[in-house]
């Protein structure tokens, strides 16, 4: 019997929030790999090489989040998304936002609450070691304070909007995509992965490049797991 070819995503508005500090090499790329119809919202965090402007003259939301921060970002961009469904990509060229239909078809399938984009490496130095590591070491902390068996705790991934507002996220720096996870698994969110390649990102990356930087978005990430969940209903 011949496999059947994949069902297109259903009619709803998508937006994409991505957090953005001195990306201009890497947006033209990205920007045009965003699924047609559906929003990119580049959330510049304080860029000095002129990426919002970029992103502005591609046709691209740009949303200004003058707070440093990985987490401080996302939520900025969370915050202005008005779709149904909303999905997070790194805007350094590392991920194919075009996967993120995927994502997004399992979600408004029915079949997820959140999916994750595990990130399967491609090129020489796609997921440097020390990178591999904190990633490891958080799925196991995960995994011990949820039960989860994920495998990665990457960037990509897509949810409802007004689900993930409901989750009271409160982590502004690198611990951001973990609380989510927790919150959710939490609220007994059903939570899965999907495979997707993973390349060498364009330019220096301003959280994993190093070891130091790595252990300390573990260290945000510890802080978060061991933080209670916030009241039920609380939307920041």
């Given amino acids: 019997m011949p496999l059947r070819p994949p069902s297109p995503v259903p009619p709803m508005t998508v937006d994409v929030v991505l957090p953005c500090l001195d990306e201009a090499g890497a947006l033209p790329r990205v920007l045009e790999r965003i699924p047609s119809g559906w929003r990119a919202l580049v959330v510049d965090n304080g860029s000095t090489d ?12 740009v949303v200004h989040e003058p707070r440093r ?11 202005a998304a008005t779709a149904e469904l909303v999905c997070f990509c790194d805007c350094d060229g590392s991920l194919d936002p075009g996967l993120l ?12 609450d959140l999916v994750l984009g ?3 490496p491609t090129g020489r ?3 440097p070691l020390h990178a591999r590591a904190g990633n490891y070491a ?13 495998r990665d705790l990457g960037p990509m991934r897509a949810a409802r909007r007004a689900e993930l507002l409901g989750l009271g996220l409160t982590d502004r720096r690198s611990g951001y995509p973990l609380e989510m996870v927790v919150r959710a698994a939490d609220a007994g969110w059903r939570i899965t992965e999907q495979d997707v390649p993973y390349r060498p990102r364009t330019g220096k990356s301003k959280v994993t490049g190093t070891w130091r930087g790595t252990w300390q978005a573990v ?4 802080s978060v797991l061991n933080a209670p969940a916030p009241a039920e209903g609380a939307v920041r």
């Fill in 219 to 222: 260290g945000d990430m510890r």
């Fill in 69 to 79: 921060g990985f987490g401080a970002a996302c939520h900025a961009g969370l915050r």
């Fill in 138 to 150: 958080l799925s196991r902390m995960l995994h011990t304070r949820t039960g989860l068996r994920l």
């Fill in 101 to 112: 239909a995927g994502l997004v078809r399992r979600v408004a399938d029915g079949e997820a």
């Fill in 50 to 61: 002129g990426s919002a402007a970029i992103a502005s003259g591609l046709g691209a939301t």
């Fill in 125 to 127: 130095g796609a997921w």
């Fill in 118 to 120: 595990r990130r399967r």
